[in-house]
């Protein structure tokens, strides 16, 4: 089964934490994590409502596989309705919570209404219960972290917390565990704040052994194991480089999206490197790259843990940043660096360690942080407004003091913690907004791998790479390889890749071993773990079942068909230099083939017959 | 005609010594294809899974294609992915 088939339901507002058993019915039409708790948020709250009023809810949830000896099988989600975009968020993670959920009993935790005052969850096993987090609101996630270790006196406990920066309503906080990993994107840490829930810790030692069939199960993961230590991706190159391997590949087909996306390849690419991340400091003869770093029983460990130079500005007599932390994955690397300009190693490197340490999503912070360089180089923001801070592209200063504000919502903190799309229509100029749906972009510039403006335009949660990784194909050719620059055959790729990343997403393993494996190898590891028939087939269709609920709640929520769109930058403006010089995304030659290969309305909309077919 | 071979992620070994970071450049007789190009600093022609002759993606025919010319380009990485 894998399922532990309980559901851990706690009502904020009146403080009671009870048990009950798991929808398996839904769990058969929607897998676990991503898809489930999607399917309780569509059943259970009103698209409609306030993003962090009392009547949204925030889910944190398993998939079958998390806490089991499968490869990555250590993945928890974030569902809830975002407070960025309005729509559905569900925002994925890897560390060790999911497992301790897990092997504490539970594949899901609901979180309802609102507490009266600041509250922590601690589980152990079958006990759950609410505490008060008086000494705890206010803290940064590290301290928080720390504190909880210290009152419970236990160094497996395992903790998911908030930071200031969700504590001072920045639109994009992300729920951080185990002090370096994320549920990063949409807000939901914003949602966890609204909720006056500061942290979740849990201890579970019962394991995870209701598997269906043992010697199946272990013969498959085994079998699966092999594929990632024998491919040369999972095998070498991610444990090695980690994502940030990127870089140079990126900005070399000229899809580098730099200074607010003005731009498609970034000068300092080289220096922001993860080749730069190993190489040696001229201070202290040390590299970036401390070591590499892997979650729950992952195999492939493409973390990264980093060290920035004592000496530099950034963290001058600041010894508590000296140590190993949680280092730059290329989307960090690429928001912080190249969509500001800013080539500076140890200040982005620092940067994301006060991401981490109060919660900020990244990639929607330095987007934002870009958004109001190229406000304040028109003139729409002065030094009247950022409390003297002078916003000029490529200041590796002030990226550091920017965080620095955001991560407590202090002065031009608080504007910056608006979001890219917020921040540009207070000051007016809403154009320069690089925005899906109000969330930013990510680190592929549509113009030159056309692919990832449909997928982009389509995705359920705003401008996200994660929900149809096309540039696996279009650049990396994986599994084959396609023309980035063609639109012909995109709309099927682009779907394709929608529906199987979600239903990895809610198997409870990491969607970076589809870098190596295909639905052929996963499909088996959930058939042998869990009760039903899980074929490729049914992998597939679960996975289209979920896209669809996704849309469908969006569009109960208020989302319209017009909204499948790029910036005007990205469909009008052509790529200067590079490969793609000359071209804008050709969205239009995309997209009504890709609602009709989905069983939509030419505008937008999932046909009777559609729903009929996943039960919707 | 003289070229610029950009070696990258494990790659970067079988850069000559002073090499700047990721490039060296070389003289090659006209007509020379890229597989040529790699043969000359002994990388692995298995190893070369992505090749770029100026941004853009060489597949495997045009790799032994003597289509180098001056000025060009060529950028090689082994299977390398991210996200």
Redesign the interface.
Known sequence: MAWTRKILRIDLTSGTCTAEALNMAWAADYLGQRGLATKYLSEEVDPTCDALGPDNKLIMTTGPLTGTMASTGGRYSVVTKSPLTGLVACSNSGGFIGAEMKNAGWDMIIFEGKSPEPVYLYVENDTAELRSAAGLWGKSVWETDELLHKTHQDPLLRVACIGRSAEQGCLYAAVVNDLHRAAGRSGVGTVMASKNLKAVAIRGTKGVGNVKDPKGFMDAVRAGKQVLAD???TG???P???????M??IN???AMPTRNMREVQFDGA?KIS??AMHEPRKSDGKPNLTTNAGCFGCTIA?GRISTVDRGHFSVENKPEYWGNSGGL???AAWALGSDTGVDDLDAITYVNFVCNEDGIDPISFGATVAAAMELFEEGAITTADTGGIDLSFNRADTLVKLAELTAKGEGFGKDIGLGSKRLCEKYGRPELSMTVKSQEFPAYDPRGIQGMGLAYATSNRGAC??RG?T??SE????PV?T??LATEGKAELVKAFQDATAAVDSSGLC??TT?AWSMENIAPQVDAACEGDWSVDKMLEVGERIWNLERDFNMRAGMTADQDTLPKRLLKDAANV??AKGRVNDLDKMLPEYYALRGWTADGQITPETRARFGL | MRVRL?L???L?GYLPAGAN??ATECELPDGSTAHELLDRFGVPRDKA??V?R????L?APERDAPLLVDGDVI?V???????
């Open positions: 491919n040369a991706v070498q190159g991610l090695t480089y980690g994502t940030q391997v990127l140079n590949v070399g087909i000229g080289h993860g080749e493409c994955e290329y989307e790479h994660l990784y540039v696996a650049v990396l050719g994986i390889k023309d980035p969607v970076f870098f590079g490969p | 950009e990258y992620a494990s970067m970071r990721h899974h992505l770029l100026n941004g853009v993606f597949h950028a990485w082994p299977p390398v992915a991210g996200g």
